[in-house]
């Protein structure tokens, strides 16, 4: 919980609270602390900040121990159930399937035809999400994706998929093979074609994904604070890559897993919700801040993740592709 600075009239409680430099920086220490880490509470009589889920919704989340989770939020995609037969018996009792949509993307299944039924839309619990703490989809699609140990306050585990992806795999097989054999705490992919945060900034300047000058402020500050461009030869790299594909993330709830998810979204609500550009900076930060404190971390090949999830264009795209279609 925040409290109200004195003096502050217009002070109003934030999802992600209200962090200084200071406390961004002690942040970094793997310690016993208190840090931001999203659904920040403000002073008794302030309203919520955001993300509400109902009651039922909340008591149903904090019976899963494993999770894959997945969102839509300003219908942006269409619902992809995963391959049915590829799920087994052990994982439908044993693995929620949760996917987290707006009232807007709700209405819009409502008109397609596709009904909850007891809630559920095949494998998927349907978990409607109110007052939504920022009026851009894409930081609103980074809770889920970045801080599944704050929502799922009682699972070991759990996978994040894009919705955009749709499963093709056994979701304990995936544990399994990304985590449990080597003894990994966090696994994610590798960009199939950008391994440099410079490209990765280029190439987001290149198709305007979000505000050049805003890009160059959190590029510049990470420079100033030691990033590197990335050196494949270099024997003492942290990483295979510094520009990752996070459509598809696998972790295990443990203490440094938590708290690197927690500083990597801390990174995308105070810069750009390119999580990309600050996915390196915050690994290494916190392996540098806490050299004798291990986190096992497994950057695989992107060809794998392409061998577990199925890729389907966005809705937009789709409008896109027809249009284009339609002028040929």
Not at 51 to 62: C, G, M
Not at 108 to 124: K, M, N, V
Not at 233 to 252: T, W
């Amino acid at each position: 919980m925040e409290e109200k600075p004195e003096g502050e009239d217009q002070w109003v409680p934030r999802f992600a609270g209200h962090q200084s430099l200071k406390e961004r920086e002690e942040s970094f220490l793997a310690r016993d602390q208190k840090i931001n880490c999203g659904f920040v509470k403000g002073p008794q009589g302030y309203p919520s900040t955001g993300f509400d889920l109902a009651e039922d919704d909340v008591n149903y989340i904090s019976r899963c121990h494993i999770a894959v989770i997945s969102c839509i939020f300003g219908n942006s995609d269409r619902l992809r159930t995963p391959a049915g037969k590829m799920v087994t018996r052990s994982s439908r009792k044993n693995v929620c399937f949760v996917m987290f949509v707006d009232e807007a993307t709700m209405q819009t299944l409502y008109s397609e035809g596709q009904t909850p039924d007891g809630g559920f839309i095949g494998l998927w619990k349907i978990v409607v999400v109110k007052n939504l703490p920022y009026t851009d989809m894409r930081r609103v699609g980074k809770i889920p994706k970045l801080l599944p140990h704050r929502l799922f306050p009682f699972a070991r585990y759990s996978i994040w998929l894009d919705s955009k992806l749709r499963l093709q795999r056994d979701p304990l097989q995936l544990l399994d093979y990304f985590l449990w054999r080597k003894g990994h705490e966090y696994a994610i992919s590798n960009h199939y074609d950008r391994h440099c945060v410079w490209e990765e900034v280029a190439q987001n300047k290149k198709l305007n994904k979000y505000n050049h000058t805003v890009i160059d402020e959190q590029f510049d500050f990470y420079q100033a604070d030691g990033l590197k461009r990335f050196d494949a030869s270099d024997p003492n790299k942290l990483l295979p890559s510094n520009v990752p594909e996070g459509s598809f993330i696998v972790r295990a709830h443990t203490p440094m897993s938590n708290l690197f998810s927690c500083l990597w979204f801390n990174e995308v609500e105070r810069f750009t919700p390119r999580d990309q550009l600050s996915f390196a900076y915050t690994y290494q930060k916190l392996r540098r801040t806490n050299p004798d404190k291990p986190f096992y971390l497994n950057m695989f090949k992107d060809c794998e993740r392409r061998a577990v999830a199925k890729l389907f264009r966005h809705r937009s795209d789709e409008k896109r592709n027809v249009q284009q279609r339609a002028t040929l």
